[in-house]
């Protein structure tokens, strides 16, 4: 595990895990139905905070494999995914055959491609950590929501990553580099940590109000299948889900 610090390093930030998510784009495709941390703990906290979705527009923000998609359209949504990964975006596509507009995006940059007011909920699992400044992308959710639209989103818990990163000063926004176990070995993955703060700030400055934000404990499935990381993590939060309105 090793800090980059970012007021120090100068990253161009389209680049943080592109090439570890084109790496594992097959064993995520895979994994992601059961993988605990998703299917236990993360999803049931997230999809918890969803309102109704039938007849509502969705946008996928950092889709991945498509399974979001796959439960929006379920559950009788029109959804649109996006995510910066070429074999994440063929993953999607794959298991959507076709339900749902796939569209390699990055989030770095401007959704221009997208009306506004057009979507009435932009979810966004477990991907905003990958991305260094928050307010053009708050800005841009914003921008492509209906008035009375939602924004529902995870990311990791700043006290998580503080403690085991053993980071110097959890008030900086710093690259965190760690390793992540697969089937076909080691991936190195890059990400963000920042306080609490600077999740909150650039979610208000965009012209949303917060309604809800969850710490999440896992599931009883969770518990069956790894009851020590089970007991870990209802002492020590690992995700943070938040739900978001538009201001009037």
Same mark, same amino acid.
């Given at each position: 595990?090793?800090?980059?610090?970012?007021?120090?390093?100068?990253?161009?930030?389209?680049?943080?895990?592109?090439?570890?998510?084109?790496?594992? =784009?097959?064993?995520?495709? $895979?994994?992601?139905?059961?993988?605990? @941390?998703? /299917?236990?703990?993360?999803?049931?906290?997230? #999809? &918890?905070?969803?309102?109704?979705?039938?007849?509502?527009?969705?946008?996928?923000?950092?889709?991945?494999?498509?399974?979001?998609?796959?439960?929006?359209?379920?559950?009788?949504?029109?959804?649109?995914?996006?995510?910066?990964?070429?074999?994440?975006?063929?993953?999607?596509?794959?298991?959507?055959?076709?339900?749902? =507009?796939?569209?390699?995006? $990055?989030?770095?940059?401007?959704?221009? @491609?997208? /009306?506004?007011?057009?979507?009435?909920?932009? #979810? &966004?699992?477990?991907?905003?950590?990958?991305?260094?400044?928050?307010?053009?992308?708050?800005?841009?959710?914003?921008?492509?929501?209906?008035?009375?639209?939602?924004?529902?989103?995870?990311?990791?818990?700043?006290?998580?990553?503080?403690?085991?990163?053993?980071?110097?000063?959890?008030?900086?926004?710093?690259?965190?580099?760690?390793?992540?176990?697969?089937?076909?070995?080691?991936?190195?993955?890059?990400?963000?940590?920042?306080?609490?703060?600077?999740?909150?700030?650039?979610?208000?400055?965009?012209?949303?109000?917060?309604?809800?934000?969850?710490?999440?404990?896992?599931?009883?499935?969770?518990?069956?299948?790894?009851?020590?990381?089970?007991?870990?993590?209802?002492?020590?939060?690992?995700?943070?889900?938040?739900?978001?309105?538009?201001?009037?």
């Amino acid at each position: 595990m090793h800090i980059h610090r970012e007021h120090d390093v100068n990253i161009h930030k389209a680049s943080v895990s592109f090439d570890s998510y084109e790496q594992m =784009a097959g064993y995520y495709s $895979d994994e992601v139905d059961t993988k605990p @941390f998703n /299917a236990y703990y993360e999803r049931p906290a997230t #999809l &918890s905070l969803l309102p109704n979705v039938r007849g509502r527009k969705v946008l996928d923000a950092g889709c991945a494999a498509g399974w979001y998609s796959q439960w929006l359209i379920g559950h009788g949504a029109d959804v649109v995914a996006v995510d910066f990964s070429p074999n994440m975006i063929a993953m999607a596509k794959k298991r959507l055959g076709g339900k749902a =507009a796939v569209i390699r995006a $990055d989030l770095n940059e401007p959704l221009s @491609f997208l /009306a506004g007011k057009s979507f009435d909920i932009v #979810l &966004s699992s477990l991907t905003l950590h990958y991305i260094r400044d928050w307010q053009p992308v708050m800005n841009e959710f914003a921008r492509i929501l209906k008035p009375a639209g939602h924004l529902i989103f995870s990311v990791h818990h700043p006290f998580m990553e503080f403690t085991y990163f053993n980071c110097e000063n959890y008030f900086v926004t710093e690259l965190l580099d760690d390793e992540w176990e697969t089937n076909r070995g080691k991936v190195k993955v890059q990400f963000y940590r920042r306080p609490l703060a600077q999740i909150i700030a650039p979610v208000i400055s965009a012209g949303f109000r917060i309604e809800t934000l969850l710490e999440p404990t896992p599931t009883e499935k969770f518990r069956e299948l790894h009851p020590q990381v089970f007991e870990k993590l209802t002492r020590r939060p690992h995700f943070l889900v938040l739900r978001a309105g538009l201001s009037e």
